[in-house]
């Protein structure tokens, strides 16, 4: 992806001018997933700061919606000798990587050692969930320990890192998880009038699931809170091994529930829904409840990982105990009480999440971690 003209930016504290870079992103697969999601909504704020930034995907997507990315080594897995061998490749004609998610971490180490350009990780998920078993941990430990700077989105995050992984301070850095409000508004009354037609709901309280139907999601939870949600239907946008389970589940309990399967744009659901509900066991911040926030949605979600971030308690939402479905429940009838209150509440929190502002932020820190490079 070309850069158009550079905006106007300071130096990084190191003298680098951030606008003559060539940043490589690179993200697991070209399915619309929330890592692979961010990382082009980045791209796309970092694109007028920097010289030149292009995104690479490690493998293809499984199916679903899918996003334009190039595959560095179509046919093969994402931690493939292929996928390594092609991300090397292109590294070489950059001056720094920036890898999204888990799952490029150890690819990107190995594919920037040596000879390779620096490369920035970002962190998406707990610290804590994320490496459970001893020799796991110790294998990321060493990855993390390559990179020349962790970003996560939140203090605790940060705090968590440090303790469990003994990485040089300096080199773990906060910024918050931008979000494109700027271009993107509250739904609208046509707007919402119109999702839900298309979709054949009546006008009874909407809750929506947007995620993966697979275990950390806990989804059953979701679906059975909604049952319990008088007169409530649920729209679930998302796919995974537990969806057949599931719409038994919601059978079975007498819920109106429509599983759309993964959908390649998530505001229609959203303009048609009253309140979003997250029922995950792990999040990072997850980009889920802020796209919510943006569209003036209320959350109910669980109270883990940087959650917090979005959701206000009695504000924005509501914040239950993982797995709690009664509690999940009680939260949805309180919110869907004024449900319209409290979406304007999370637009304006949404709002504190400019993805403009976070992306010069982001350029300031590329720019210093090539400066650093520069020095040795």
């Known amino acids: 992806m070309a850069a158009g003209p550079a905006v106007p930016s300071s130096p990084s504290p190191g003298?680098?001018?951030?606008?003559?870079?060539?940043?490589?992103?690179?993200?697991?697969?070209?399915?619309?997933?929330?890592?692979?999601?961010?990382?082009?909504?980045?791209?796309?704020?970092?694109?007028?700061?920097?010289?030149?930034?292009r995104t690479v995907a490690l493998a293809a997507g499984g199916g679903g919606a899918s996003l334009p990315f190039e595959v560095v080594a179509p046919g093969s897995s994402a931690r493939s000798p292929a996928a390594l061998r092609g991300l090397r490749r292109r590294a070489r004609s950059v001056d720094v990587v920036v890898a999204h998610g888990s799952a490029t971490l150890p690819v990107c180490a190995l594919g920037t050692a040596v000879t390779g350009p620096p490369f920035v990780y970002r962190l998406i998920g707990e610290p804590r969930y994320w490496t459970a078993g001893r020799a796991r941990r110790l294998r990321v430990r060493a990855f993390l320990r390559r990179a020349a700077a962790v970003v996560v989105y939140y203090p605790q995050a940060r705090a968590d890192?440090?303790?469990?992984?003994?990485?040089?301070?300096?080199?773990?850095?906060?910024?918050?998880?931008?979000?494109?409000?700027?271009?993107?508004?509250?739904?609208?009354?046509?707007?919402?009038?119109?999702?839900?037609?298309?979709?054949?709901?009546?006008?009874?309280?909407?809750?929506?699931?947007?995620?993966?139907?697979?275990?950390?999601?806990?989804?059953?939870?979701?679906v059975r809170a909604a049952a319990a949600v008088p007169e409530a239907t649920l729209v679930v946008a998302g796919d995974g091994p537990q969806r057949?389970?599931?719409?038994?589940?919601a059978s079975a309990s007498g819920l109106d529930a429509r599983f759309l399967g993964?959908?390649?744009?998530?505001?229609?659901?959203?303009?048609?829904?009253?309140?979003?509900?997250?029922?995950?066991?792990t999040e990072g911040v997850p980009g889920a409840l802020l796209e919510a926030a943006m569209a003036g949605r209320p959350a109910v979600a669980s109270d883990v990982g940087g959650v917090r971030e979005i959701v206000e308690p009695g504000r924005t939402g509501e914040l239950v105990?993982?797995?709690?479905?009664?509690?999940?429940?009680?939260a949805l009838v309180e919110v869907l009480v004024d449900a319209e209150g409290r979406g304007r509440a999370a637009r304006a929190r949404a709002e504190t999440f400019d993805l403009d502002a976070v992306a010069q932020r982001w350029a300031t820190l590329l720019a210093d971690v090539v400066a650093r490079a520069d020095r040795g």
């Open 321 to 330: 105990p993982v797995g709690d479905v009664a509690a999940t429940a009680a």
């Open 15 to 53: 003298g680098r001018d951030p606008s003559g870079l060539r940043v490589l992103q690179v993200v697991t697969s070209t399915q619309r997933r929330g890592a692979e999601t961010y990382a082009a909504d980045l791209g796309g704020a970092l694109a007028n700061r920097v010289r030149s930034l």
């Open 262 to 281: 993964a959908v390649d744009d998530v505001r229609a659901v959203l303009a048609a829904c009253d309140v979003v509900v997250l029922t995950s066991r």
């Open 161 to 222: 890192l440090l303790a469990r992984y003994d990485l040089a301070p300096d080199r773990v850095v906060v910024l918050p998880k931008g979000a494109p409000v700027g271009v993107v508004g509250p739904v609208t009354e046509a707007e919402r009038a119109a999702a839900r037609r298309a979709l054949g709901l009546a006008d009874t309280p909407v809750v929506a699931y947007i995620g993966a139907l697979r275990d950390e999601k806990l989804p059953e939870v979701a």
């Open 244 to 249: 057949a389970l599931l719409a038994a589940t």
